[in-house]
């Protein structure tokens, strides 16, 4: 019988983990990151889940002869955005943390 009664706050406090994972989850994936390239020529907008959301290129950039150089600018805006999101990921994980260690007592 003790046995059940301890197990029944370790389940109840793994469903609230659950719940507070999955309310970071979408959290994250509401977080609107911004990666850019070539001091903002080009620019790749994501949600912090790594969802592209768009593209901007600067027309400045656009050159029939350049265009080895605009895939490398956007490839390392979206680097820069893939970077972003980690950020974003990561403030939300340490919150979770927080908020883990603190209903813990610690």
Do not use: H, Y
Not at 1 to 18: F, I, K, R, V, Y
Not at 65 to 83: I, N, P, Q, S
């Amino acid at each position: 019988m003790t046995e059940n009664w301890a197990a029944g706050p370790t389940l109840s406090q793994a469903q609230d983990l659950q719940n507070q994972i999955l309310e970071q989850r979408q959290e994250i994936s509401l977080t609107s990151v911004q990666g850019s390239a070539g001091g903002g020529a080009v620019k790749v907008s994501m949600q912090a889940d790594g969802t592209v959301v768009g593209v901007a290129i600067d027309a400045d950039v656009v050159s029939s002869d350049e265009v080895t150089m605009l895939e490398d600018l956007v490839t390392a805006a979206f680097r820069d955005a893939l970077k972003e999101c980690g950020n974003a990921q990561a403030a939300v994980i340490a919150r979770l943390n927080a908020l883990t260690r603190s209903d813990q007592g610690g």
